[in-house]
């Protein structure tokens, strides 16, 4: 398979805290990637470091055989890396339709020259994760499940060639996880490499074709779902030891 994006020893201290600790990987093209770990492993971090808003201390990321290191977040989002944000924060003022026209106009390549047509693919990107009956709403009247949605619309208006996806299904319940959890494979299915981070097992098993386990900032499993999810370092790290 052909890598899209590799990440070559990633390191990134704050102060005294190494938070991400000498990491390496590839997600190749098509490929859905999942990142499991528990809270403060270093996986949100990891992927600001691949969407450009936190520098790495050490090492490399690599877009399609390129160094990206020196290329700017707003600069990555034009040449395909979109991701979501874990805390949601939508343009407010500005109704569903607007604020997901923003990443249109701002995408891959540069973005969309016109408003209308901004707008036109913000449309088609709104129904397609499901919000397309709240388009003249204004964003910030959204509940905390239909912002999650916001946040993919917003992200896959940018026309990404790799998609950066944090908890998008945080707090949803299953119904609602199991309606993401289809967005994400017609995501895919449109020839987007996706990087999913998530708590919700079940979800991370049924979408991923890989998962990589990260643990006090260093990976620590990286494989096939069930061989991973079986690994007895990684059900420790969730767990903990089982007393004898």
């Given at each position: 398979m052909t890598a899209i994006l590799e990440a070559r020893h990633l390191t990134r201290r704050f102060s005294g805290l190494l938070a991400v600790?000498?990491?390496?990987?590839?997600?190749?093209?098509?490929?859905?990637?999942?990142?499991?770990g528990p809270n403060g492993a270093g996986k949100t971090t990891l992927i600001s470091l691949i969407s450009g808003t936190l520098a790495p201390t050490e090492g490399e990321?690599?877009?399609?055989?390129?160094?990206?290191?020196?290329?700017?977040?707003?600069q990555r989002a034009r040449l395909g890396i979109g991701r979501t944000f874990q805390i949601m924060r939508p343009f407010p003022g500005l109704s569903v339709l607007d604020n997901v026209a923003v990443g249109a106009l701002f995408g891959r390549g540069g973005g969309e020259k016109k408003l209308r047509v901004a707008r036109e693919k913000a449309r088609e990107c709104l129904n397609f994760v499901g919000l397309g009956k709240h388009i003249d709403h204004r964003a910030e009247e959204l509940g905390g499940p239909d912002r999650k949605r916001l946040e993919l619309a917003k992200a896959l208006a940018m026309q990404p060639q790799i998609l950066l996806c944090d908890e998008v299904m945080a707090g949803l319940n299953l119904v609602e996880i199991d309606e993401v959890?289809?967005?994400?494979?017609?995501?895919?299915?449109?020839g987007i490499s996706i990087i999913v981070i998530e708590h919700v097992i079940k979800a991370i098993k049924t979408l991923s074709d890989r998962i990589m386990v990260l643990h006090h900032g260093e990976k620590i499993a990286d494989g096939a779902p069930d061989e991973v999810l079986a690994n007895t370092t990684v059900v420790e790290a969730y767990l903990g030891k089982k007393r004898t």
């Open positions: 600790n000498d990491v390496s990987f590839t997600l190749n093209q098509g490929e859905i990637l999942g990142f499991i990321v690599f877009f399609l055989g390129k160094s990206i290191n020196s290329v700017p977040a707003y959890i289809e967005v994400i494979r017609k995501v895919r299915s449109q």
